[in-house]
């Protein structure tokens, strides 16, 4: 019993593992055109040639909608045709408002599976995946603009105000740390270090050019960086100590 649970146990796992849809950009609101990839290997889709996509949205909190393209159960619609990405991958290309017809404030979030035509086999349920809010909401480590290439210009942003620890509600940065990161996750050269300057009242700045900045060796690319501020705050004697806020990651945007 025991070895058939663990088979079990992996085979799960192993769906798991290669069944998570990506992303590009990896973050979207519902006004941005985003392609899901999905691998259907170890579900009853591996091996079809054909596949339809079902997808709806805010699935999670309700009063959601199905997609327009998605036709009707035992016949999908020809626009809910998803292309092929390779074996037992595909692709859909939407946005959301124009995908469920509804302005942008509606859609929290989305699920989706893929199907045959005539819905005769299927992927499980894919839910939920996220739209970026619209509106505008402050954190004490922020970038601009909020979705950057690895060719941007980016701004790094650090609001005292915003602390969550002591020292971050006292500390005075003066520098900030950047560590870049390939797409295997390999850390890129050496940190950077970027003086800050005073961009408002409890506001400081830091900016960089990714590209310019890190180089990573040949056949890989830039993935994502992390950063931290460096700044001082007075100890109990009134000596100024170092200290670091929290450090908080960014992945690149694929710029189509």
Known sequence: MKKIFCVVFLAVAGFIAQSQPTFSPATFSAEDQVTMTIDVTGTPMAGVTDAYIWIF????????????????????SDAAKVQSAG???????FTGTTLFGRPPAELKSFGFLLKKKDGSAQTPDYKPFFFDPLVFIPTMLRIFPSKVGATDI???NFDRSLGVTTNEQRMTPVSVTITAFDEAGTQVGT????NTRVFAS???AASFNPSASFSPVAGHVLKKFKYKFNGTVLDPNGAPANVSSSETEVTFTTMK
Request: charged share 10%.
């Open 57 to 76: 949205s805010n699935p999670d909190i309700g009063g959601g909608n199905d997609g327009l393209t998605n036709g009707t159960w035992t016949s999908s």
């Open 87 to 93: 074996a037992n991958k595909f692709k859909f290309t």
């Open 154 to 156: 980016v701004t790094v």
């Open 202 to 204: 409890n506001i400081w």
């Open 191 to 194: 940190p950077l270090t970027v």
